[in-house]
């Protein structure tokens, strides 16, 4: 696709249960990250994968929230158990390649509400 | 002591004036700066990137960079309401390329 896509763009759930994010990086793009907006403040870093791998996980709030990506495309972040804190949107992007100097590409980003 | 500090504002400047935001980090080996613009209920866009001291423009945007001091500024010259939005700065290390850690944001208004 021509960029980032996310999905469900709105998710309402009930405390305690699970849920799926998704994320379809732009086309050809091997470096794929995850990131978390609360109200007001600024991007926390949770997970980024180089092909199918994640190097570092140390973003990851809980063992509640794990994220896997297959083919070297898709993602999904999965956060089980939800709690009222994890209401936040969750932002997916991806880049080219993975030097630290590449442009990232934002999705529009997953807004979760947990109730 | 947050690794990558911005002034929250809110800075308000009149149109055609000169928005300067600043962006202080604390890890030395820092290797990429960003500047990302994000307007209200919408995702970051990247507006500026620098990876050298000293300043880079692009049309009415220059990031200005200082390794030494660990500082890092963005003006915009000729303000107009539409750059009313939250600025973001972003620093990426050496060591672990994937993560960029960003700042709080720092909100701009541009009055007609």
């Known amino acids: ?115 | 002591q947050k690794e990558v500090e911005q002034n929250s504002g809110p800075l308000s400047v009149p149109e055609g004036a000169i928005a300067s935001l600043n962006c202080t980090y604390s890890d030395r080996v820092s290797q990429s700066f960003f500047w990302y613009r994000q307007y209200s209920g919408k995702s970051p866009e990247l507006i500026m990137s620098i990876y050298s001291n000293g300043d880079k423009e692009d049309g009415r945007f220059t990031a200005q960079l200082n390794k030494a001091s660990q500082y890092v500024s963005l003006l915009i010259r000729d303000s107009q309401p539409s750059d009313s939005a939250t600025y973001l700065c972003a620093v990426r290390g050496v060591t672990n390329a994937g993560k960029s850690t960003f700042g709080d944001g720092t909100t701009l208004t541009v009055k007609p």
């Open chain 1, 1 to 115: 696709g021509a960029g980032v896509s996310q999905s469900p763009s709105n998710k309402v759930t009930e405390k305690g249960k699970d849920v799926e994010l998704r994320c379809d990086p732009i086309s050809g793009h091997t470096a794929l990250y995850w990131y978390r907006q609360r109200l007001g403040q600024g991007l926390e870093f949770l997970i980024y994968f180089q092909g199918n791998s994640a190097p570092d996980k140390s973003g990851l709030p809980s063992d509640r929230f794990s994220a896997e990506r297959t083919g070297e495309s898709v993602s999904t972040l999965t956060i089980q158990r939800t709690q009222q804190e994890d209401s936040a949107v969750y932002l997916c992007a991806s880049s080219i390649l993975l030097t630290g100097v590449d442009t990232i590409y934002f999705g529009e980003g997953s807004w979760l509400t947990v109730v």
